[in-house]
């Protein structure tokens, strides 16, 4: 039979979904023409525009038509972006107009993109509140499993949308959603989670810790659990109030006597204040002085009975025993204020008394012991 015009131009294969990032091939073809036709197909459509798009000239197999003609095949590599999108394949005379045409809409199923964490309300959340969570994706065919973690730790949640209710401050951190179809899978990047609550655990740190001797160099941090994080600090000693103290730590340069006792730090945030425990710092330090009198007549006779008595000044902590020196060398030791003996000559000399602890000693000026 005879025809005006050639006949539309044929498509190969069969429409069937693409896969991104597979290599596709396309062809194109018409039957025999009139000898004294001049024809040409071309390629239309946004794959044509693709970096590496290939074009070349086909003569269609007996598979795709036993009467072959003149044939143009068309590789790309599928993406996303050609889902959707229409190919077309143009019979055009020989000065370049378009005599027929056959149309193809695409299909490409694609691994998810675009994927992020959704928060409603958004950070930041009141503890007690509620907030639900969605993973947002693109994918063709629709993602059919999700995963989530928290800093990166699993969660045993499958689906696109999680509801966290009532939230804790342990339900803070960065979220992140993996949205998984039959192409691939795609991670979003993290998204925060804020969870505002009151001041909590509040408790004093000694460093060094105590006990501390006196004229080290002391820092008392006041560690606290809060969201936002406390913006002002307050601390007692002994229940006063230090002034000038709003800070998270104290520095204590150098460290006296005075400065031992329980401390209390108390942190505010917008949402509500809490304050610490006691914590006690100990402040050692050695007597502060070593006072030797006589309690008895000298010069003494022999056989006649000495007192002497030792007054030492505030230590901490105090001395055990109160030691006894005769001529700077160890005379002995007594557990409490006095040392008494029989005079003789023996026992005469320069004697000194004093007090031990941990930090040093402190020890009298020497009293000359008589014995006639």
């Known amino acids: 039979s005879l025809a005006d015009t050639p006949p539309a131009p044929h498509l190969w294969p069969d429409p069937a979904p693409l896969t991104q990032g597979y290599v596709t091939t396309f062809g194109c073809w018409v039957p025999p023409t009139c000898p004294e036709d001049t024809l040409k197909l071309t390629w239309e459509g946004h794959v044509t525009k ?3 798009v290939y074009v070349d000239t086909w003569t269609p197999p007996v598979t795709v038509t036993s009467f072959p003609g003149i044939g143009t095949l068309l590789t790309f590599k599928a993406l996303w972006y050609h889902d959707e999108t229409f190919l077309r394949c143009v019979l055009q005379s020989s000065d370049g107009k378009n005599i027929t045409s056959a149309t193809r809409q695409l299909q490409v199923n694609y691994a998810p993109r675009d994927v992020r964490v ?17 993973c947002q994706d693109s994918a063709k065919p629709p993602s059919h499993t999700y995963t989530w973690t928290l800093d990166g730790r699993i969660l045993p949640y499958k689906r696109d949308e999680v509801l966290l209710g009532p939230v804790q401050a342990t339900d ?17 990047s993290p998204s ?35 969201n936002p994080p406390a913006s002002n600090y307050s601390w007692s000693l002994e229940g006063q109030i230090l002034p000038h103290q709003h800070m998270a730590q104290v520095f204590l340069r150098p460290t006296k006597a005075t400065d031992g006792g329980s401390y209390s730090c108390q942190a505010t945030n917008s949402l509500g ?12 330090y050695p007597p502060r002085a070593a006072i030797l009198e006589n309690l008895t007549t000298l010069p003494a006779l022999p056989g006649s009975r000495v007192t ?11 001395p055990s025993f109160v030691q006894w020196l005769r001529n700077d060398h160890r005379e002995v030791d007594t557990p ?10 023996a026992r005469a000399g320069a004697y000194r008394c004093g007090g031990r602890n941990p930090t040093g000693a402190t020890f009298s000026p020497p009293l000359s012991v008589v014995i006639w």
């Open 50 to 52: 693709t970096p590496g």
């Open 172 to 188: 803070g951190g960065s979220y992140s959603c993996q949205a998984i179809n039959i192409v691939g899978t795609t991670m979003s």
């Open 273 to 284: 204040t809490s304050k610490s425990l006691p914590t006690t710092l100990e402040v050692y």
């Open 336 to 345: 409490g204020p006095t040392l008494t003996f029989t005079a003789s000559p």
């Open 118 to 134: 959704e928060m409603t309300p958004s950070s930041p959340i009141y503890e007690g509140g509620k907030v639900t969570l969605r």
């Open 192 to 226: 925060h989670l804020h969870v505002y609550y009151a001041p909590r655990d509040v408790r004093v740190e000694v460093t060094p810790a105590s006990p501390v001797w006196e004229g080290w160099q002391v820092t008392l941090n006041c560690h606290v659990s809060s």
């Open 308 to 318: 002497l008595r030792c007054a030492l000044g505030p230590a901490h902590p105090v």
